[in-house]
């Protein structure tokens, strides 16, 4: 019932940039408080590339501080993901994540999830 859908993933030069989105839908959706990207390269653990608070605090992974930038639009339940000078290490499915809150119509639920990722590559 609850949904991420992640969008903006695609083939890029290296030095070139994407821009993520990731919208959540869910019944009546009450709130959203963190709101995460991570990524998973082929081989690799799922790490965490940055995450956003509601009232807008950020943190980054060291591997992307000053390329990559978290944003919101809490009106549209959507979290971006501005991603620059992006090098071939960045290659990764990208996955949004986010702890909300929603009213199905019979109660109140809250909980982690999970979008369905997108892929970014980057070529030399």
């Known amino acids: 019932q609850v949904q991420l859908v992640e969008s903006g993933g695609g083939l890029v030069q290296a030095g070139g940039s994407l821009r993520l989105s990731c919208v959540a839908s869910?019944?009546?959706?009450?709130?959203?408080?963190?709101m995460k990207w991570y990524r998973q390269a082929p081989g690799k653990q799922r790490e965490l590339v940055a995450s956003?608070?509601?009232?807008?605090?950020?943190n980054y992974a060291d591997f992307v501080k000053g390329r990559f930038t978290i944003s919101r639009d809490n009106t549209k339940n959507t979290v971006y993901l501005q991603m620059n000078s992006l090098d071939p290490e960045d290659t990764a499915v990208y996955y949004c994540?986010?702890?909300?809150?929603?009213?199905?119509?019979?109660?109140?639920?809250?909980?982690?999830?999970w979008g369905q990722g997108t892929q970014v590559s980057v070529s030399p």
């Open positions: 994540n986010a702890d909300l809150t929603f009213f199905s119509g019979t109660k109140y639920n809250a909980g982690n999830y």
């Open positions: 956003i608070t509601r009232g807008g605090s950020t």
């Open positions: 869910a019944g009546r959706i009450v709130s959203i408080s963190a």
